[in-house]
């Protein structure tokens, strides 16, 4: 649902890169490109971000049942 502030694995902080890679991303830039800009470079930290859905507006149709 929300983007995780640290990575599951190795603990590091993350959440701090997830708005400037989800804008980059929707103005089409490359995943790899992005977050070898932004530093991540540990496969379970890219894989936090690769990995990550948003699924809240879903979720939020049913709030009112």
Known sequence: MYFPVRCFTCGAPIAHKWEEYDSRLK???KAA???????IERFCCRRMFLSHVEIMEK?????KL
């Open 27 to 29: 103005a089409g830039e």
């Open 33 to 39: 490109q992005v977050l070898d800009d932004l530093g």
């Open 59 to 63: 979720v939020a149709k049913y709030d």
